[in-house]
């Protein structure tokens, strides 16, 4: 840990000069010694490997395992060869339409593709692809599979198409720069230092045009370039292991074990405190003051164009020549009966093709024009009003030059999606099952959280059954109608699209840089008007209902706890309340919660529309003392806050507020905060009062949460829940998740 060994890269508003003299002070007084920042390659295998290992899981039967052959790729020299060894991987697995992935996808061997893709930010670039749901004992097919294939495309080499379709997809990919949860200075600098630490360029990774037109103007020229980087790279390259792993009960137990003896070995008392050099050190870090943070609530410039019934958003925004089309059809078009297909739906529009093309087809399409399609549902409350705001949206985004061909192909999946297959329309619903099933064991909060919603208001309710268990359960009753009674299902589906799809009463937002604003906005004006002319009936279901508390029985090995309240709509006091949710999700629940009670995390949520208040556990060992402790939150903010404690909580609730977004985001959530009525007004006043939050805010809303009725959804295994709910009788409904 010396200077020299160090890389050291600066992000912001300031001239070179002061950005040494910034280094300089701080580096005052050292030495330079010999530098070793630069690890050795690891010696290269001579022979492919197989290793096979148990990993804990409590189910017995084979069908848990998993499969991942990776390649160790050569370090590449410069910017040109590392957007090859990219390309590569994006012919190889980037999109479903890319061979290596389909193969994957329909060879039976295992539920999905997992872990395909490329990691350049090792010290040598790895390439992996994977099986989830395999058994271990079908791991040689998986081997040859992986190896047919690829010696099958360097032999015949590759479609054009699916070239295309990777020079596009990797475009995006340079241009978005990464992780959109990240500031762009962190991605730059990530991107930087990948270069870096292989004693390759920074400055010349970091920029692309020239490296990837080189690399386009070859792919159009000839392909052979890329089967001779697939030889080196894969199919000759012996620097490459398959990694079986074995679901294996016992392991569970004997993991089990050994993390208790290693726990009879720690000193019972004082685990949870800091030592005193920790906190003195903490001390010395610089701090945000409040002087610091942005008056002014985020905010997306933007216009709105009417067409007919038809309304659209245009943000000008710096998108780097990348238009971010969200198009949203009100599903208050339909019966509420058929709400819960909508997902389910919106999958299908994407993945089964049109009734003129393939879905093969069709996704080749998609991966050649646009960075990416998806259909995502928002169901959330409106400002003043009871009736829900509820949407499918279509979310696009195509390079400027593209976006003509992108909106043709919007309009052939809108026009004639196929809808019709009950095959793939019941392999949707299996895929869907299998991806709730697995996201109640990893993100099993979200499941509670739905639950929540929907024992505190109207709006949370109509979410959760098209999001939470209601929706696991519709799915289940769906696939036995699909296999029973195709015809039904099928004409529910048709009603959908003939009732949903069209211009009456559609949304569409536009993110785009300025300069192209006006081509861009005539396309897409163009596009809404040969939509067809539906009319949307009036709604009839505006009913308020809500469900209760629930104790939802799930295989999980440890429980996901929350509890809520819905408090009264004082917009004004919202953004202040947002600090004393930040300020005990981070210290009394923190502690009680995460360091003491053995959760995996804990987090509040607040939203200022529909009054939502929720405090939830991940992955929690302990639901009792978590209720109890989640229960004791209105005492804990009716005690004497600091001003420090006001000050983290106020930066806090600022932070998670004004986190990054990337154009397509900042236009897409302006659109949402427009159809809740949450003018730019509104959102500015609770940023006045979260940065003027005093100790009397948070009081009072600990008096608010005294005061209101609470909800508690819990999920977990049989056995915590029972015992929960004998200890305190009528907690919640039992559940049985089947």
Not at 3 to 19: H, K, R, T
Not at 98 to 110: T, V
Not at 481 to 508: F, H, K, N, P, T
Not at 646 to 668: K, L, M, N, S, Y
Request: charged share 25%; with cysteine; proline share 6%.
């Amino acid at each position: 840990y010396h200077p020299s060994n160090a890389l050291f890269f600066l992000w912001g508003d300031l001239g070179a000069g002061e950005l040494l003299a910034f280094l300089d002070e701080r580096l005052d007084g050292f030495e330079r010694v010999p530098a070793t920042r630069i690890s050795p390659l690891q010696p290269p295998f001579s022979s492919p490997r197989i290793i096979r290992k148990d990993y804990p899981d409590r189910r017995s039967d084979r069908s848990g395992g998993f499969a991942s052959h990776g390649w160790v790729f050569p370090q590449p020299a410069d910017r040109r060869q590392a957007l090859g060894q990219l390309l590569l991987t994006e012919v190889l697995v980037g999109s479903t339409a890319a061979p290596l992935r389909q193969a994957l996808s329909e060879c039976g061997l295992g539920e999905k593709p997992i872990g395909e893709g490329f990691s350049g930010q090792t010290r040598q670039p790895v390439l992996s692809v994977g099986l989830s749901g395999i058994d271990p004992l079908h791991a040689d097919r998986f081997d040859r599979l992986v190896s047919e294939s690829v010696t099958t495309l360097a032999s015949g080499g590759s479609c054009r198409e699916v070239i295309e379709a990777g020079l596009n997809r990797m475009e995006f990919r340079l241009r978005e720069n990464g992780n959109v949860r990240y500031p762009q200075g962190l991605m730059v600098m990530q991107t930087a230092l990948d270069a870096w630490r292989r004693n390759n360029d920074p400055i010349d990774f970091l920029f692309f045009e020239q490296a990837l037109a080189d690399l386009r103007a070859d792919a159009e020229s000839d392909g052979g370039f890329l089967r001779e980087m697939l030889r080196a790279c894969v199919v000759d390259n012996p620097h490459r292991a398959t990694v079986i792993l074995h679901p294996n009960p016992e392991a569970t137990e004997r993991a089990t074990q050994a993390e208790r003896r290693i726990l009879t070995t720690l000193p019972s008392d004082n685990l949870s405190q800091p030592a005193k050099s920790e906190v003195s050190s903490v001390a010395s870090v610089p701090m945000l003051a409040l002087e610091d943070l942005p008056r002014n609530a985020l905010h997306a410039p933007g216009e709105t164009v009417r067409q007919a019934a038809s309304r659209m958003f245009v943000h000008p925004l710096a998108t780097k020549r990348i238009a971010h089309l969200d198009l949203g059809f009100d599903l208050h078009a339909l019966p509420r009966r058929l709400w819960p297909f909508v997902p389910l739906f919106g999958r299908a529009l994407l993945e089964n093709g049109t009734t003129h093309e393939s879905a093969d087809r069709t996704a080749l399409r998609m991966a050649r024009l646009t960075g990416g399609i998806s259909a995502e549902h928002r169901i959330f409350a409106r400002h003043g009003a009871q009736r829900a705001e509820a949407w499918l949206f279509l979310r696009v985004k195509a390079t400027s030059e593209k976006f003509d061909g992108t909106l043709a192909l919007l309009a052939d999946i809108l026009r004639e999606p196929r809808i019709d297959d009950a095959g793939r329309i019941r392999a949707l619903i299996q895929d869907e099952l299998a991806r709730h099933r697995n996201q109640l064991i990893r993100r099993g909060h979200e499941y509670a959280d739905s639950a929540l919603c929907a024992a505190l208001h109207p709006v949370g309710l109509a979410a959760e059954e098209t999001n939470g268990i209601s929706q696991i359960r519709f799915l289940q009753r769906l696939l036995k109608r699909a296999e029973s009674d195709w015809q039904s299902v099928y004409a529910d589906l048709e009603q959908i699209r003939i009732s949903l799809i069209g211009r009456e009463g559609a949304v569409c937002g536009l993110a785009v840089e300025q300069t192209e604003q006006v081509r861009l906005v005539n396309s897409a004006l163009g596009f809404l008007a040969d939509l067809p002319a539906y009319t949307i009936p009036p709604s009839t279901d505006n009913t308020p209902r809500v469900s209760g508390s629930s104790g939802v029985i799930v295989d999980t090995p440890v429980s996901f706890v929350g509890l809520g309240a819905n408090l009264p709509r004082t917009d004004a006091c919202m953004g202040a309340y947002a600090a004393a949710v930040r300020h005990a999700t981070g210290n009394w629940l923190w502690d009680r919660v995460r360091t003491q009670g053995g959760a995996y995390g804990v987090l509040g949520k607040l939203d200022p529309i529909s009054g939502n208040l929720r405090f939830l556990s991940y992955r929690d060992p302990d639901p009792a003392n978590t209720l109890i402790a989640f229960e004791a939150v209105s005492s804990f903010l009716q005690r004497d806050i600091s001003a420090e404690d006001i000050r983290r909580g106020i930066i806090g609730a600022v932070g998670e507020t004004d986190r990054p977004r990337r154009a397509g985001e900042q236009g897409f959530e302006a659109m949402l905060s427009i159809l809740a009525g949450d003018s730019d007004e509104k959102r500015q006043m609770r940023r006045d009062k979260l940065l003027g939050a005093t100790k009397a805010d948070f009081k009072e809303l600990g008096e608010m949460i005294d005061a209101a009725e609470k909800h508690v959804a819990v999920f977990g295994p049989e056995q915590e829940l029972r015992a929960l709910n004998e200890e305190r009788p009528g907690i919640f409904a039992l559940q049985t998740l089947q």
